[in-house]
């Protein structure tokens, strides 16, 4: 009995070597009850052992012991574990990568791509989540992959230790190169002029930057696609938003070639059937003063399990521009506890997709990250729950936004 309530019961009897050396009987003595804890309430309870002396016999009661059940991780607790759990010691997480476009027979590798996308996506709620002491390690790794000329390598410094079994010794890029900057910036600032100066001899002619800052003779660990050295939109926004800082007039020109070029299919080379990360980034673009626009059907994606990603990061945004209703807030409440299910079953299963390899190359790739579906899950989670408070969202008027009266 739980708390004088009968839960479970046995006749079913096993030997007891002791038991039997000890009271000289061959009789089976041992027994095992198990109860589901997850029918009773967090806090105190009562266990009491009741034995029948014979079968239909009054039961007598033989034991008491009282315990405590402590209430179930938070969702929010949940995630946190998680990318504790899978944050690597040196201070990065992993990448899992498919030939295709479902998230089974993975593989995985080390890149500084998704660590600097990580610092980003959590920063603005760090403090809340409590993880400040993840993302400061995550930068201390990131901070470390800055080679002497100030350029970054999609797998790290051609010198790490992973090299060989996470990563290849590549050819240093654009879009590390500014992500790193950005997030995880080295103290030695005399690094950052020799980038900017390799950035801008990678500048083509229309005002676009291409990835690889390297002439194609030199490649390292390369599988080109038809374009060996593209101009992709994605990279765009990582070389415009380090430029925001760094050189204002080179960025507002960036932002303008972006603007012409948003709907030419060149362009889309890393992010075609991935669009996620993109559509984050349009926000963050507009705060740092361009305004893009892209066409809508690159906006949505085909891939299976992929659209609760894209509305997930759609609901992030209008809650963070302050356009959300309170119908939106109860939306995005529904979807994260649809992530949340099951201890995030969905999450694990399928997982955002957030880029792939040039397809135009010899062998295609696909990237995902569980650890990137936990950081959108609790950015949502505390913006949604933040600005819900904040605005004094009213569930009797869904489409009026919240804070109106």
């Given at each position: 009995?739980?708390?004088?309530?009968?839960?479970?019961?046995?006749?079913?009897?096993?030997?007891?070597?002791?038991?039997?050396?000890?009271?000289?009987?061959?009789?089976?003595?041992?027994?095992?009850?198990?109860?589901?804890?997850?029918?009773?309430?967090?806090?105190?309870?009562?266990?009491?052992?009741?034995?029948?002396?014979?079968?239909?016999?009054?039961?007598?009661?033989i034991m008491e012991r009282k315990f405590t059940l402590a209430p179930p991780?938070?969702?929010?607790?949940?995630?946190?574990?998680?990318?504790?759990?899978?944050?690597?010691?040196?201070?990065?997480?992993?990448?899992?990568?498919?030939?295709?476009?479902?998230?089974?027979?993975?593989?995985?590798?080390?890149?500084?791509?998704?660590?600097?996308?990580?610092?980003?996506?959590?920063?603005?709620?760090?403090?809340?989540?409590?993880?400040?002491?993840?993302?400061?390690?995550?930068?201390?790794?990131?901070?470390?992959?800055?080679?002497?000329?100030?350029?970054?390598r999609y797998h790290g410094r051609p010198d790490a230790p992973t090299i060989?079994?996470?990563?290849?010794?590549?050819?240093?890029?654009?879009?590390?190169?500014?992500?790193?900057?950005?997030?995880?910036?080295?103290?030695?600032?005399?690094?950052?002029?020799?980038?900017?100066?390799?950035?801008?001899?990678?500048?083509?002619?229309?005002?676009?930057?291409?990835?690889?800052?390297?002439?194609?003779?030199?490649?390292?660990?390369?599988?080109?696609?038809?374009?060996?050295?593209?101009?992709?939109?994605?990279?765009?926004?990582?070389?415009?938003?380090?430029?925001?800082?760094?050189?204002?007039?080179?960025?507002?020109?960036?932002?303008?070639?972006?603007?012409?070029?948003?709907?030419?299919?060149?362009?889309?080379?890393?992010?075609?059937?991935?669009?996620?990360?993109?559509?984050?980034?349009?926000?963050?673009?507009?705060?740092?003063?361009?305004?893009?626009?892209?066409?809508?059907?690159?906006?949505?994606?085909?891939?299976?399990?992929?659209?609760?990603?894209?509305?997930?990061?759609?609901?992030?945004?209008?809650?963070?521009?302050?356009?959300?209703?309170?119908?939106?807030?109860?939306?995005?409440?529904?979807?994260?506890d649809k992530i949340a299910a099951d201890d995030f079953s969905l999450l694990?299963?399928?997982?955002?997709?957030?880029?792939?390899?040039?397809?135009?190359?010899?062998?295609?790739?696909?990237?995902?990250?569980?650890?990137?579906?936990?950081?959108?899950?609790?950015?949502?989670?505390?913006?949604?729950?933040?600005?819900?408070?904040?605005?004094?969202?009213?569930?009797?008027?869904?489409?009026?936004?919240?804070?109106?009266?």
């Amino acid at each position: 009995m739980v708390d004088g309530q009968g839960i479970a019961g046995t006749n079913a009897f096993f030997d007891r070597p002791d038991v039997s050396q000890a009271l000289g009987s061959t009789n089976a003595a041992g027994w095992r009850i198990s109860f589901p804890a997850s029918k009773l309430a967090p806090g105190d309870h009562m266990v009491s052992i009741l034995v029948h002396p014979w079968q239909g016999g009054e039961p007598r009661l033989i034991m008491e012991r009282k315990f405590t059940l402590a209430p179930p991780p938070t969702s929010e607790q949940r995630a946190v574990q998680a990318l504790a759990e899978r944050q690597q010691a040196p201070g990065y997480w992993l990448t899992d990568f498919t030939s295709g476009t479902a998230f089974e027979q993975t593989r995985q590798e080390l890149n500084t791509y998704l660590n600097a996308v990580m610092v980003d996506v959590l920063s603005p709620v760090a403090n809340e989540a409590g993880v400040p002491d993840m993302l400061m390690r995550a930068r201390r790794y990131l901070t470390d992959q800055i080679e002497p000329g100030g350029l970054v390598r999609y797998h790290g410094r051609p010198d790490a230790p992973t090299i060989g079994t996470l990563g290849c010794a590549i050819t240093p890029d654009a879009d590390d190169t500014a992500l790193v900057w950005r997030v995880a910036p080295s103290t030695d600032r005399t690094l950052l002029a020799p980038a900017l100066a390799t950035l801008a001899q990678y500048r083509r002619a229309d005002g676009l930057y291409r990835t690889w800052l390297a002439p194609t003779e030199r490649y390292q660990c390369l599988d080109p696609g038809r374009d060996p050295n593209p101009a992709d939109l994605g990279i765009q926004m990582h070389v415009f938003m380090l430029l925001a800082k760094e050189d204002p007039p080179a960025a507002k020109a960036l932002c303008e070639a972006m603007t012409r070029k948003a709907a030419d299919g060149d362009v889309w080379v890393y992010y075609a059937d991935a669009p996620p990360l993109l559509i984050l980034r349009l926000a963050e673009l507009r705060k740092a003063g361009c305004p893009l626009q892209l066409p809508s059907s690159r906006l949505r994606t085909t891939v299976p399990g992929q659209q609760i990603w894209i509305r997930a990061i759609q609901l992030l945004q209008l809650t963070e521009d302050g356009a959300a209703t309170a119908d939106t807030h109860h939306e995005a409440t529904e979807l994260l506890d649809k992530i949340a299910a099951d201890d995030f079953s969905l999450l694990r299963s399928t997982p955002p997709l957030f880029y792939h390899n040039d397809l135009t190359a010899s062998v295609r790739r696909f990237y995902w990250s569980q650890e990137l579906g936990y950081a959108l899950w609790l950015r949502l989670d505390f913006e949604n729950r933040s600005r819900q408070t904040k605005a004094g969202c009213r569930s009797d008027s869904l489409q009026q936004r919240c804070g109106e009266k």
